[in-house]
């Protein structure tokens, strides 16, 4: 069977919850769905298997020469800077004949905060309350400024785009405010519908977090991890497509 010789690397990065693993599954197959033909396949910075350096390997046995490796990731930060670089420089080195480019992160963009829309709809929130309805929108956490800065933006634009009474940035970890503080914050401002949208792809350790913040604070909705909605595949052929066509620096030549 002839196999591609370019192809699309997911990396994501691996949980001990194996609901992560699963709804990264779920989400490959959909991207893959979305644009048969093209090779598609995850890999893990920790936890899961294949690691990124497995993977890479068994591609470069099998003829790939060109990958895009997308960082499932909704924000710029250590990771993505850091982490996936370094191991993407140090497996080019190793793999000549590999061409890699490393595409940009998931967010921020529209299509992200119209999944989260449609989430909290599904999860029974009517589009005709958005006027009398805050939101906090629940990230993982960062400690990276620029990372917090982009969640603040995204909150503002998704209450002017959505019309939403507020949306208060909230994190698992690393920052502050928690999702429970927020919920109380909104309530103090007299919002009396509260709603709590996580801003992550998949369940795990944090997002259980913004769970129980949720419920300590007697938020009256909670809608699920954004998962392998279609939005996301979209924008990952989006990612990969602008990485494709050169818009993003060349790692390895």
Not at 46 to 63: A, Y
Request: overall charge positive; some cysteine; charged content about 20%.
């Amino acid at each position: 069977m002839h196999l591609p010789t370019q192809a699309l690397l997911i990396i994501a990065h691996g949980s001990r919850d194996p609901r992560h693993a699963a709804t990264v599954t779920a989400l490959t197959e959909r991207v893959r769905s979305l644009r048969p033909g093209l090779r598609v396949e995850t890999a893990y910075l920790d936890f899961d298997l294949p690691t990124v350096p497995q993977l890479l390997h068994r591609w470069h046995r099998e003829g790939v020469r060109r990958v895009i490796a997308l960082p499932l990731l909704l924000s710029r930060a250590f990771h993505a800077k850091s982490d996936i670089p370094a191991v993407l420089d140090e497996e080019s080195a190793r793999w000549p004949a590999l061409t890699v480019r490393q595409a940009g992160v998931l967010g921020p963009d529209p299509l992200l905060t119209e999944a989260l829309t449609r989430r909290l709809h599904e999860a029974g929130q009517s589009p005709a309350a958005h006027a009398s309805t805050g939101v906090v929108l629940a990230s993982a956490g960062t400690s990276d400024p620029e990372a917090i800065a982009v969640i603040a933006e995204i909150a503002r634009e998704w209450r002017r785009t959505a019309g939403w009474c507020a949306v208060r940035p909230a994190f698992a970890s690393a920052s502050l405010p928690r999702t429970a503080d927020a919920i109380r914050a909104l309530r103090a401002d007299g919002v009396r519908r509260v709603v709590v949208a996580p801003y992550v792809i998949a369940p795990g350790f944090l997002p259980d977090r913004i769970t129980a913040g949720a419920r300590e604070a007697g938020a009256d909705l909670l809608a699920p991890v954004l998962g392998d909605a279609p939005e996301l595949a979209a924008l990952a052929l989006r990612r990969f497509d602008a990485a494709r066509t050169g818009h993003l620096a060349l790692l390895s030549a």
